[in-house]
C-alpha cells in the first residue's frame, strides 16, 4: 500500500513500490524515480461513474500514478490533512479531494443538500474503504467531533468532508454572514448529528453565498 506524508502541511508526498495512487489532474509538481501517469474519466469510476458525474453535477478530474518511487502533490497552496480509512466511507467536496490510496473506492451519493452549497446538485463525492485519502483546504482544516448530544451546524462555504454515522439537515435561518450583515435573502446552514468527525476550512469557498 502506498505511504502518504506531508511535507510542510502543503506538499503530499507519496511513497510507491508498485502501488497505484488517485491524484486530482495536473496535481503533480515533482518525483523521482518511474512513474507513469494516465489521465481517468468519470472520476476513475468507468463509463458509469462518468455518466453518473454528468448527470449530477458533481465534477472530478482524476489521473492515475503508478510506480516505483516518491511522488509530489500540491494544489495553489492548499494546506493538506491526511485521512487514515478502515472501511468507513468518508464524504468529500469533490473540490476538496487531492489524492486517495488505489484500493479506495469512489463514487457519488446524494445528501439531500450538499451540492447546495456550491449550486451544483445535491451530490457529494465519497471515499470507502481501507486506505489513505488526502484532503485539501483553504488554511488548516480543524476536525470537529459529533455526538448524539452534540450535533453541529456548519457553514456550507466551509465545509470540506465528514466520516461516520451522521445525519445532515438543510436549515433555514441565521448563518455566520448574517452576524455581520453580509447576508442576503434566506441564509442556510448544515446540521450534522449522530456520531462522527466533520471536517471544515477556516476561508469560506465561493458558494450561492449561503442564502437560497
Given at each position: 500500500?502506498?505511504?502518504?506524508?506531508?511535507?510542510?502541511?502543503?506538499?503530499?508526498?507519496?511513497?510507491?513500490?508498485?502501488?497505484?495512487?488517485?491524484?486530482?489532474?495536473?496535481?503533480m509538481?515533482?518525483?523521482?524515480?518511474?512513474?507513469?501517469?494516465?489521465?481517468?474519466?468519470g472520476?476513475?469510476?468507468?463509463?458509469?461513474?462518468?455518466?453518473?458525474?454528468?448527470?449530477?453535477?458533481?465534477?472530478?478530474?482524476?489521473?492515475?500514478?503508478?510506480?516505483?518511487?516518491?511522488?509530489?502533490?500540491?494544489?495553489r497552496?492548499?494546506?493538506?490533512?491526511?485521512?487514515?480509512?478502515?472501511?468507513?466511507?468518508?464524504?468529500?467536496?469533490?473540490?476538496?479531494?487531492?489524492?486517495?490510496?488505489?484500493?479506495?473506492?469512489?463514487?457519488?451519493?446524494?445528501?439531500?443538500?450538499?451540492?447546495?452549497?456550491?449550486?451544483n446538485?445535491?451530490?457529494?463525492?465519497t471515499?470507502?474503504?481501507?486506505?489513505?485519502?488526502?484532503?485539501?483546504?483553504?488554511?488548516?482544516?480543524?476536525?470537529?467531533?459529533?455526538?448524539?448530544?452534540?450535533?453541529?451546524?456548519?457553514?456550507?462555504?466551509?465545509?470540506?468532508?465528514?466520516?461516520?454515522?451522521?445525519?445532515?439537515?438543510?436549515?433555514?435561518?441565521?448563518?455566520?454572514?448574517?452576524f455581520?450583515?453580509?447576508?442576503?435573502?434566506?441564509?442556510?446552514?448544515i446540521?450534522?448529528?449522530?456520531?462522527?468527525?466533520?471536517?471544515?476550512?477556516?476561508?469560506?469557498r465561493?458558494?450561492?453565498?449561503?442564502?437560497?
Amino acid at each position: 500500500m502506498a505511504r502518504f506524508r506531508l511535507q510542510g502541511g502543503k506538499v503530499l508526498a507519496v511513497d510507491l513500490a508498485g502501488d497505484t495512487v488517485r491524484a486530482k489532474n495536473g496535481s503533480m509538481v515533482a518525483y523521482d524515480g518511474q512513474m507513469a501517469f494516465k489521465k481517468l474519466s468519470g472520476g476513475g469510476e468507468g463509463l458509469r461513474g462518468m455518466v453518473t458525474r454528468r448527470l449530477t453535477g458533481e465534477q472530478m478530474e482524476m489521473m492515475e500514478v503508478k510506480g516505483q518511487g516518491t511522488c509530489y502533490f500540491a494544489d495553489r497552496a492548499s494546506d493538506i490533512s491526511l485521512v487514515a480509512l478502515q472501511g468507513q466511507k468518508l464524504h468529500v467536496e469533490s473540490s476538496n479531494l487531492l489524492c486517495a490510496d488505489g484500493s479506495l473506492r469512489t463514487g457519488t451519493a446524494f445528501t439531500g443538500l450538499r451540492g447546495a452549497s456550491q449550486g451544483n446538485g445535491l451530490f457529494t463525492t465519497t471515499v470507502e474503504g481501507t486506505g489513505t485519502a488526502a484532503l485539501m483546504s483553504d488554511g488548516p482544516a480543524v476536525v470537529l467531533r459529533v455526538t448524539p448530544q452534540s450535533p453541529l451546524q456548519v457553514d456550507p462555504g466551509a465545509y470540506v468532508a465528514h466520516t461516520g454515522n451522521l445525519r445532515q439537515e438543510f436549515q433555514t435561518g441565521v448563518n455566520f454572514r448574517t452576524f455581520m450583515g453580509e447576508g442576503s435573502g434566506e441564509s442556510f446552514q448544515i446540521r450534522f448529528e449522530g456520531e462522527g468527525l466533520v471536517y471544515v476550512q477556516p476561508s469560506e469557498r465561493n458558494t450561492i453565498g449561503g442564502d437560497v
